[in-house]
């Protein structure tokens, strides 16, 4: 945002106080990529098959005691040990291989 800023500043302003802008723009640019590079750095990535734990899925296909599930905008293998019809709101409960084990929300 910083960058933008100067740029337009640079353009905008007249004689030596649209370098001075554009100076302080670009330091402020600067302190803004360490800020996020500081608090982005601790972070861990979400990803793989893990992250569907605890979402809510769809039943497509009767799940008593397998079916399928829609969840995150894809079709999963899915074992309701309770049993689930189509249409049915089910939580995923664990993940093994890549069929997802799943229980029915209550009502």
């Known amino acids: 945002m910083f960058l933008i800023v100067g740029i337009a500043l640079l ?3 007249p004689g030596p106080w649209n370098a001075i802008a554009f100076g302080a ?4 640019f600067g302190g803004e990529v360490v800020f996020w590079n500081r608090r982005v750095k601790t972070r861990k990535a979400a990803t793989g ?3 569907l734990v605890g979402k809510v899925a769809t039943v497509t296909q009767s799940c008593r005691p397998r ?3 829609r969840v995150a905008g894809e079709l999963w ?3 309701c040990d309770a049993g ?3 249409g049915d709101k089910v939580r995923v409960a664990e993940v093994q ?3 997802l ?3 029915p929300l209550e009502p």
């Open 67 to 69: 079916g399928q599930v």
């Open 101 to 103: 084990v799943v229980e």
């Open 11 to 13: 353009l905008v302003l």
């Open 25 to 28: 723009c670009i330091i402020g």
């Open 84 to 86: 689930a019809d189509p």
């Open 97 to 99: 291989g890549l069929t």
């Open 77 to 79: 293998e899915a074992r």
């Open 49 to 51: 098959v893990q992250t």
